[in-house]
């Protein structure tokens, strides 16, 4: 009895977290493409080109994903895109600084 019990349990985890997994990174890719923009407006081409390239690339690369279906990994690449272009943000505003005063 235990032992189904402790199955079901299992079972019912995986499906909750496969539901998460099976749906389009919908608020992930949103929040990417507003940092990316955000990063965009603080002249990170200029400041952080590094970082703001990243986040495109890994934007692309969620896109792609998207495409094939493969939300998962989407979903990291998305989060990924969003982590670097707030980067590229903070080292614009940073390197901006100096001009400000």
């Known amino acids: 009895m ?3 019990r402790s199955l079901l349990v299992a079972l019912a985890a995986l499906a909750a977290v496969s539901a998460c997994v099976t749906s389009p990174p919908v608020q992930e890719m949103s929040d990417a493409r ?3 923009n955000a990063a965009v407006e ?17 934007l692309e690369e969620a896109e ?5 279906e493969a ?4 979903r990291m690449n998305a989060v990924r895109a969003k982590n670097r272009a707030s980067q590229a943000l903070r080292s614009s505003q ?4 100096p001009d400000r005063r």
């Open 2 to 4: 235990l032992c189904v």
């Open 34 to 36: 507003q940092a990316i």
């Open 64 to 68: 792609q994903q998207i495409q094939q």
């Open 42 to 58: 603080a002249d990170a081409s200029r400041f952080a080109p590094e970082s703001l390239g990243d986040a495109r690339r890994f």
């Open 94 to 97: 940073a390197a901006a600084e």
């Open 71 to 74: 939300y998962g990994p989407a």
